[in-house]
């Protein structure tokens, strides 16, 4: 993740409302400028007695920040809400863009920028919590945070063209899954993958998807939302097998890999609904 620079507080402010749906930073707005206004116009004693002379320097310092962050805080809240809508926009974008392109030019031609907030659009549009952590800095490289359901799920993103993934990326976000605590994870590419690199993931709750699988991912989504049907969200990629149903209750399974007894770090199908539901399958 990327690590905090200049501009502290409010440049923090900024990012907050800008990672968060626009309508969310607007209500923070809205709250941040009720609350500091409130203590604005809140009257202050000129007067105290010597052992309540701290007090009276406390508030009539709140007085002159709230004055001025009753304008300043919306302000900063408001331009990150603003940021978040067009940011929003601009990933649909990229989405119909892809998903126009028949040949997958368009999904080749573009910016490793534009590439990962494809990825976090399409992931979004499947009914994922998406943050953008910026590949670098202590997380290992994750360029995607997942959630869903409490669950965590890490994504890396290679917008390569010319090479292939090898096994060490895959590795690589294995043990950044194990460090997190996440259930699963991704790694997607433009491109292709080794040979070594798709027999490391068998048995692993990680997915990988290149640059074909990724079109029809994107494919999917898109005639989902064109025709206003919610697109299940799955823990397995559009691109991957579909998840069977559940033996016992008939519903929706995701992908899970068992932490403890004989069949620890393996792979298997449990319900959705869990702990309600205990029904499992194996993974084929």
């Given at each position: 993740?990327?690590?905090?620079g200049k501009?502290?507080?409010?440049?923090d402010?900024?990012?907050?409302?800008a990672?968060?749906?626009w309508?969310?930073?607007?209500?923070?707005?809205?709250?941040?400028?009720?609350?500091l206004?409130?203590?604005?116009?809140?009257?202050?004693a000129?007067?105290?007695?010597?052992?309540?002379?701290g007090?009276?320097?406390?508030?009539h310092?709140?007085k002159?920040?709230?004055?001025?962050?009753q304008?300043?805080?919306?302000?900063l809240?408001?331009?990150g809400?603003?940021a978040s809508?067009?940011?929003?926009?601009?990933?649909?974008?990229?989405?119909?863009?892809?998903?126009?392109?028949?040949?997958g030019?368009?999904?080749?031609s573009m910016s490793?920028r534009?590439?990962?907030?494809?990825?976090?659009?399409?992931?979004?549009?499947r009914?994922?919590?998406?943050?953008?952590?910026?590949g670098?800095?202590?997380?290992g490289?994750?360029?995607?945070?997942?959630?869903?359901g409490?669950?965590t799920?890490?994504?890396?993103?290679?917008?390569?063209?010319a090479y292939?993934?090898?096994v060490?990326?895959?590795?690589?976000?294995?043990?950044?899954m194990a460090?997190q605590?996440?259930v699963g994870?991704?790694?997607v590419t433009?491109?292709?993958?080794?040979?070594?690199?798709?027999?490391?993931?068998q048995?692993?709750?990680?997915?990988?998807?290149d640059?074909?699988?990724?079109?029809?991912m994107?494919?999917?989504?898109?005639?989902?939302?064109?025709h206003?049907?919610?697109?299940?969200?799955?823990t397995?990629?559009?691109?991957?097998?579909?998840?069977?149903t559940?033996?016992?209750?008939?519903?929706?399974?995701?992908?899970?890999?068992?932490?403890?007894?004989?069949?620890a770090?393996?792979?298997f199908?449990?319900?959705?609904?869990?702990?309600?539901?205990?029904?499992?399958?194996?993974?084929?």
């Amino acid at each position: 993740m990327a690590g905090k620079g200049k501009g502290g507080l409010a440049k923090d402010l900024f990012n907050l409302a800008a990672t968060l749906p626009w309508w969310a930073g607007v209500t923070l707005a809205v709250v941040a400028y009720v609350v500091l206004h409130r203590y604005a116009v809140a009257d202050v004693a000129t007067n105290a007695v010597p052992a309540q002379i701290g007090q009276m320097v406390i508030r009539h310092l709140t007085k002159v920040v709230a004055t001025w962050g009753q304008y300043l805080v919306p302000l900063l809240l408001l331009a990150g809400a603003a940021a978040s809508a067009i940011g929003r926009r601009k990933r649909q974008g990229l989405v119909a863009k892809v998903a126009a392109s028949v040949d997958g030019a368009a999904l080749r031609s573009m910016s490793w920028r534009d590439f990962e907030r494809l990825v976090g659009e399409a992931f979004r549009l499947r009914g994922y919590t998406v943050t953008e952590t910026g590949g670098s800095g202590a997380d290992g490289g994750i360029d995607l945070q997942l959630t869903r359901g409490g669950e965590t799920f890490l994504v890396q993103c290679k917008h390569w063209r010319a090479y292939k993934v090898s096994v060490s990326i895959v590795r690589e976000l294995y043990g950044v899954m194990a460090a997190q605590g996440a259930v699963g994870g991704f790694v997607v590419t433009s491109g292709a993958f080794t040979a070594d690199a798709r027999s490391f993931v068998q048995g692993r709750n990680i997915e990988i998807i290149d640059g074909p699988a990724l079109k029809k991912m994107i494919d999917v989504v898109q005639t989902s939302k064109l025709h206003g049907v919610s697109s299940s969200p799955a823990t397995i990629p559009a691109a991957a097998v579909d998840p069977p149903t559940c033996p016992r209750c008939g519903g929706a399974m995701v992908r899970r890999v068992a932490k403890r007894g004989a069949n620890a770090g393996k792979a298997f199908w449990g319900c959705a609904s869990y702990p309600q539901c205990r029904g499992v399958r194996n993974v084929d």
